[in-house]
């Protein structure tokens, strides 16, 4: 039996990066998956790729940043499948910035897209999950939240809320049976990654050499390495795991990598 069978998954931020590679994962493992973006051809485009390989999907535009967009989105999925037994809270965006030249306007959008949009999509899945009788959430989060990287001062906090988010409503929602589960991404090789690398940092093309000599495996992690991880923790075959938070490395965190 494949692992997702008869479930239903919402992945914010699927219709590229990791959110794409998780949503073709669960695809491939039974489940009926919402591929949900931002932008709206990314999202068709990954949800039809998703049916083209005998998967089930549909697209559904919203913008997390916006308050009614995460409502909508959780009620489309279970007006469209019926029901909602996986939230993935994917998105996340950065702003270049230490605590000195960090503006409010910075620090409210990093917040509000990071943060906020997990804590309405979550009250909003939660409703028809404690209807259902339980369900599974998975925050992606970041290594960010421990280590010192001061230039990405208000991203790293927000990820720090995320991790206490996770926590603090998973010992809620234990009563329902709905579990909260994070994984703290390290950095990971993604089209988005690429383009910042050349287009907003200048690197050249070439920027991966350099950036893999150091790491033990000669490589950065992939997407496919964060879904199998968030594949475990939506499933059944973790349905007594709550409140956890797994770090998604290639060293101990706080190690330089050849440590
Ligand atoms: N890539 C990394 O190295 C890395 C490292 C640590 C943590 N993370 C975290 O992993 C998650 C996914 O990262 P990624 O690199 O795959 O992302 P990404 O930048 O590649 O974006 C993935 C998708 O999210 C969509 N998106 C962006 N803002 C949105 C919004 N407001 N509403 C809806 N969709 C939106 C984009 O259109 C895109 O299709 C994020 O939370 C990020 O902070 C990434």
Not at 30 to 44: H, P
Not at 175 to 203: A, C, D, F, M, S
Not at 240 to 256: M, N
């Amino acid at each position: 039996m494949a692992r997702l069978e008869n479930k239903v998954a919402v992945v914010t931020g699927s219709g590229a990066g990791m959110g794409e590679g998780m949503a073709r994962l669960f695809a491939s493992e039974g489940a009926r998956v919402v591929v949900s973006d931002r932008d709206e051809a990314a999202a068709q485009s990954v949800a039809a790729s998703i049916v083209a390989d005998g998967g089930e999907a549909i697209a559904v535009r919203a913008d997390v940043g916006v308050e009614e967009e995460c409502r909508a989105l959780i009620d489309r999925a279970v007006e469209h499948y019926g029901r909602i037994d996986i939230l993935v809270n994917n998105v996340g965006l950065s702003r270049r910035g230490t605590i000195e030249t960090t503006s409010v306007d910075d620090w409210e959008l990093v917040f509000r897209v990071n943060v906020r949009s997990a804590f309405l999509c979550m009250q909003q899945a939660v409703k028809y999950m404690k209807e259902q009788g339980g369900g599974s959430i998975v925050n992606i989060g970041s290594v960010n939240a421990y280590i010192g990287e001061p230039k990405l001062m208000a991203y790293s906090a927000s990820k720090g809320a995320m991790q206490t988010l996770s926590r603090n409503t998973a010992s809620y929602l234990n009563r329902y049976r709905i579990r909260v589960n994070q994984l703290n991404v390290g950095w990971t090789l993604t089209p988005n990654e690429h383009r910042v690398k050349v287009e907003e940092e200048g690197k050249g093309e070439n920027w991966l050499d350099e950036a893999v000599r150091t790491r033990p495996w000669g490589r950065l992690l992939l997407p496919r390495d964060i879904a199998y991880a968030a594949l475990y923790l939506a499933s059944d075959e973790s349905e007594c795991i709550t409140g956890s938070v797994l770090d998604l490395e290639q060293h101990p965190i706080g190690a330089p990598p050849n440590w």
